[in-house]
């Protein structure tokens, strides 16, 4: 039988490893979160609740958000919506369904490498504008929930100790601290996970894993 440990290394390997940020890893850090909570997270979900059904959606089209919060709300383009890097993981009880998770992973900053290949610095990327404006309409959608599963994994030179750049995620935890986990905060806020260095995935995978438990104990309770 395969252990968690086993389905880490096999779906979602070093999370782009290292310290170095570009744009391929940028890309295999958002990509291999959404294979994590696809191909590991619900088979783990699963095996502890075997009588709950689990689903995960790439998207959140916008009329979905506006469902229960502002019904009359139509569209100006056709099928608008957002895309979380992990996707949102839904838990069907009583035919009902509960997004139980969304999860972010930003990798942003090249300073670090240019540096070291004698270049010129580059403005800083804007991976926490576009976290910013998933927040925003995750709040909207989670509006009538008591909870806000809303996790971002963020690391890059961009992120070092002193960069202007970190005081852009204050908006996202309400000015709180970051990496703290804020699930069950009244004023849904999001969890924000930063440093330099690369989140590994068993890092990223214990903190889903454990808000997963606590929205689904928090829901089946009730």
């Known amino acids: 039988m395969k252990t968690q440990s086993d389905h880490l290394r096999k779906t979602a390997t070093g999370f782009g490893g290292g310290r170095g940020t570009n744009n391929t890893k940028a890309r295999e850090l958002e990509g291999n979160l959404y294979n994590t909570i696809e191909k590991v997270l619900i088979i783990e979900l699963q095996e502890k609740y075997p009588n709950l059904t689990f689903k995960l959606k790439r998207r959140l089209y916008k009329k979905e958000i506006s469902k229960n919060y502002k019904p009359k709300w139509t569209p100006e383009s056709k099928q608008p919506y957002i895309q979380p890097d992990g996707g949102i993981l839904y838990l069907i009880h009583n035919g009902v369904e509960y997004p139980i998770l969304v999860g972010e992973a930003k ?93 590994t995935p068993e890092e990223i995978y214990d903190r889903l894993y454990k808000t997963a438990i606590i929205v689904i104990e928090h829901i089946i309770n009730d």
């Open 107 to 199: 990798q942003q900053g090249t300073n670090d490498k240019r540096e070291e290949e004698g270049k010129k610095k580059q403005s800083m990327g804007n991976a926490i504008e576009r976290a910013c404006k998933n927040f925003l309409e995750l709040r909207c959608y989670y509006k009538h929930f008591d909870y806000f599963p809303y996790h971002i994994f963020i690391a890059g030179c961009d992120f070092k100790t002193g960069s202007s750049i970190c005081d852009r995620t204050d908006v996202l935890t309400d000015y709180e601290d970051r990496n703290e986990d804020y699930t069950l905060h009244p004023d849904k806020i999001a969890s924000v996970w930063m440093r330099e260095e690369t989140w």
